[in-house]
């Protein structure tokens, strides 16, 4: 088990705890991606490109997040979260604020591998440690999510 990563992309829909925004019922659902560590590898080497283009584009979704969102759109980061076993697994992370480089919010997704979390967790990481962002629309579109988009089209 210690060689399986999980690689978890956002299950809107499956939210486990009370959320300060309500999301669309046509928003994306979630797709977990279980990989070996060889698979793991390829798959970072992938989304490499699509993690730089998300980063250079947050700015601009953190200035708009800071200036306020308008009502029913929600701001998300993908983050890794890595346990004492070095298991890993990407979630999304519901932004409650960013203070200098700290984004601060909560765990939006199941966990399904690694241990010590769990959705609705408080969880902080800096800026620099992002894999991706993503806005939800009222209507169930999303902006942003670049390497979810991909994974969705992803083989392993």
């Given at each position: 088990m210690k060689n399986l990563i999980a690689l978890i992309f956002a299950v809107f829909s499956?939210?486990?705890f009370?959320?300060?925004?309500?999301?669309?019922?046509?928003?994306?659902q979630d797709k977990p991606l279980p990989a070996t560590l060889a698979q793991k590898q390829k798959l970072d080497a992938?989304?490499?490109?699509?993690?730089?283009?998300?980063?250079?584009?947050y700015p601009d979704a953190k200035r708009r997040f800071l200036a306020g969102l308008p009502q029913g759109e929600a701001f998300f980061v993908t983050a890794s979260l890595n346990d004492q076993?070095?298991?890993t697994e990407r979630v999304f992370i519901a932004v409650q604020?960013?203070?200098?480089?700290?984004?601060s919010g909560k765990v939006a997704s199941d966990i399904l591998l690694v241990k010590g979390y769990k959705a609705g967790d408080a969880y902080s990481l800096p800026e620099a440690e992002i894999i991706d962002w993503l806005i939800s629309k009222p209507d169930g579109s999303e902006e942003g999510n670049l390497v979810g988009k991909f994974l969705d089209t992803y083989h392993l």
């Open positions: 499956s939210l486990a009370a959320q300060p925004y309500q999301l669309s019922p046509s928003a994306p992938a989304i490499q490109p699509l993690v730089k283009q998300a980063r250079a584009s076993s070095g298991l604020r960013v203070e200098g480089n700290t984004i």
